[in-house]
């Protein structure tokens, strides 16, 4: 069965810097658009970025130029690489595989000083 799991959360002071990890299982991964989506206390999930099978990427405006999503299809894992973190980046993180429309359990993430 598809099996998507998140790790490299944590409590990061503001300017900071993490990097998320979805290794997944189960499918044809290097054939498959994957995401980060985010959802926040008191709002709805919301698209992060996601990365093509060709690698081409798609950033939310918020996070363009701060948040670098790749992959490495020898290791069916996508990364979230977030620099210059924000207390309103501060949310549950997710990871999304497009094939299927399976969810990870999510990663904790807490942008505070």
């Known amino acids: 069965q598809v099996q998507l799991v998140e790790s490299g959360g944590g409590l990061v002071q503001p300017g900071g810097s993490l990097r998320l990890s979805c290794a997944a299982s189960?499918?044809?991964?290097?054939?498959?658009?994957m995401g980060w989506y985010r959802q926040a206390p008191g709002k709805q999930r919301e698209l992060v970025a996601f990365?093509?099978?060709?690698?081409?990427?798609n950033y939310a405006d918020s996070v363009k130029g701060r948040f670098t999503i790749s992959r490495d299809n020898a290791k069916n894992t996508v990364y979230l690489q977030m620099n210059s973190l924000k207390r309103e980046d501060t949310a549950v993180y997710y990871c999304?595989?497009?094939?299927?429309?399976?969810w990870g359990q999510g990663t904790q993430v807490t942008v505070s000083s």
């Open positions: 990365i093509t099978s060709g690698g081409m990427t």
């Open positions: 999304y595989a497009y094939a299927g429309g399976y």
């Open positions: 189960g499918f044809t991964f290097s054939s498959y658009r």
